[in-house]
T-cell receptor, first 113, second 110 residues
């Protein structure tokens, strides 16, 4: 499978707990993006990496959120002290640097109870 | 700040008729516009795109029209098929970074 892989597919956590999601992009893609999608909304940009460098972060990415792409391959998104408002679908996408190769994973659905 | 807007949350059409999905944007610097299709429990998948230097792009049953002066684009699907039922997202790109609209849920009735 050469697509974008995200794990886990679903995560239920109690408020206040920390969670970590993983994204494995298409191997030759140097750009990796994280988006959040809530009900009735389109994907909202959170952050992106060019190789291992995090080049942009949205205002949506509060200090409880941190993303890494340590070797320029897979990426992790961690949310600390989760809140109910963090419940959403977290989407990862990768691209070779053009819009035409932009490929999304199936997402991780987070539910904070 | 919502730079890409899809003002119709839903659209229902009869099989065989034309579906027209609309999208408005605010940033005149966007250089590519794309439409994505999303089924439940899947990530969005690329459907069709248009460069800002063009006003029309056609791919089979799908045509995207761009009106730069109005900052408006639309996706036409003709003839519509039940398998087209999905959520359609409009996206605009600047320097290869994309911003998305809220989506329009299309239902094509047999």
């Amino acid at each position: 499978d050469t697509g974008v892989s995200q794990n886990p597919r679903h995560k239920i956590t109690k408020r206040g707990q920390n969670v970590t999601f993983r994204c494995d992009p298409i191997s030759e893609h140097n750009r990796l993006y994280w988006y959040r999608q809530t009900l009735g909304q389109g994907p909202e940009f959170l952050t992106y990496f060019q190789n291992e460098a995090q080049l942009e972060k949205s205002r949506l990415l509060s200090d409880r959120f941190s993303a890494e792409r340590p070797k320029g391959s897979f990426s992790t998104l961690e949310i600390q002290r989760t809140e109910q408002g963090d419940s959403a679908m977290y989407l990862c996408a990768s691209s070779p640097g053009t819009v035409y190769g932009y490929t999304f994973g199936s997402g991780t659905r987070l539910t904070v109870v | 700040d919502q730079q890409v807007k899809q003002n119709s949350p839903s659209l229902s059409v009869q099989e065989g008729r034309i579906s027209i999905l609309n999208c408005d944007y605010t940033n005149s610097m966007f250089d590519y516009f794309l439409w994505y299709k999303k089924y439940p429990a899947e990530g969005p998948t690329f459907l069709i795109s248009i460069s800002s230097i063009k006003d029309k792009n056609e791919d089979g049953r799908f045509t995207v029209f761009l009106n730069k002066s109005a900052k408006h684009l639309s996706l036409h699907i003709v003839p519509s098929q039940p398998g087209d039922s999905a959520v359609y997202f409009c996206a605009a790109s600047l320097n290869n970074d994309m911003r998305f609209g809220a989506g329009t849920r299309l239902t094509v009735k047999p």
